[in-house]
């Protein structure tokens, strides 16, 4: 995102004319006292809801013949159709863990 050409010129023009800080008589320091405190965030509910979501989609692709047939054809050492449509979808959910996991870590 570029700032536009004219806030820049805004900007000089006020640091030109206002030299050093404003003297607010302790008004910021007062009202960050009166401020509450963050509430820490509580991670039980997203280790929960991973496991949860993560059990129930296991648990609705059970029945799947695609799935079973994937799973076999793997623990053979058979490169078919459905044991690397399942290898790409385990590939695949764990980059979006990843890329999950990178923006809640840059996020905080």
């Known amino acids: 995102m570029t700032n536009d050409p004219h806030d ?3 900007e000089a023009l006020l640091r030109q004319q ?3 800080a404003v003297p607010d ?6 009202v960050m006292r009166r401020l509450p405190l963050r ?9 929960v809801g991973m496991l949860a979501g993560g059990a129930l989609g296991g648990a609705s692709l059970l029945p799947l013949p695609l799935l079973r047939t994937g799973w076999q054809d793997w623990w053979q050492g058979d490169w ?6 399942l290898l790409s979808a ?10 999950w996991a990178w923006v809640e870590l840059h996020d905080r």
């Open 39 to 47: 509430r820490r965030r509580r991670a039980w509910p997203v280790w």
């Open 25 to 30: 008589d302790g008004f910021c320091e007062r």
């Open 90 to 99: 385990i590939a695949g959910m764990s980059l979006l863990a990843l890329g």
């Open 80 to 85: 078919s159709a459905p044991a690397i449509a």
């Open 18 to 20: 206002f030299t050093g």
């Open 8 to 10: 820049d010129a805004i």
